[in-house]
């Protein structure tokens, strides 16, 4: 059975897929997260998840559209991103990670020499 875990990570991966933004957050919404026991969420997700969900929980279904679609469609396309991006923090919180930036991180053993070699790959490039 799944868990929150696996239900934020699927939306995620919805959210880096194809389609318009709005599309694959109402797709986030209605085939994953619509499921997330909220009760199991550590607390500061619990508050974001609510101040997600609460606006799609509180809006009628309309014609043929869920609540997700109806909120959702009335979105710009910057605050469908904005929400998308919230989603993604929620996913990575819920890991017990945050995220990290790269560093260069310098090996005392590199020469210049190292560096004068391309690799096979790149010099058929």
Do not use: W
């Not at 619990?46 to 997700?68: L, S, V």
């Not at 923090?89 to 310098?106: H, N």
């Amino acid at each position: 059975m799944p868990n929150n875990y696996e239900y934020f990570r699927n939306a995620a991966l919805v959210l880096v897929g194809s389609g318009t933004a709005k599309q694959r957050l109402i797709d986030a919404y209605n085939q994953h997260l619509c499921r997330v026991e909220e009760i199991s969420l550590p607390e500061q997700v619990r508050r974001d998840f609510n101040e997600f969900a609460d606006p799609i929980r509180q809006c009628r279904k309309t014609g043929n559209m869920t609540p997700a679609e109806v909120l959702v469609r009335k979105m710009s396309e910057p605050e469908a991103v904005k929400q998308a991006q919230a989603i993604v923090d929620m996913f990575v919180a819920l890991c017990g990670r945050r995220p990290v930036g790269l560093e260069l991180v310098e090996n005392s053993r590199q020469t210049a020499d190292d560096f004068d070699q391309v690799p096979a790959f790149l010099s058929r490039a």
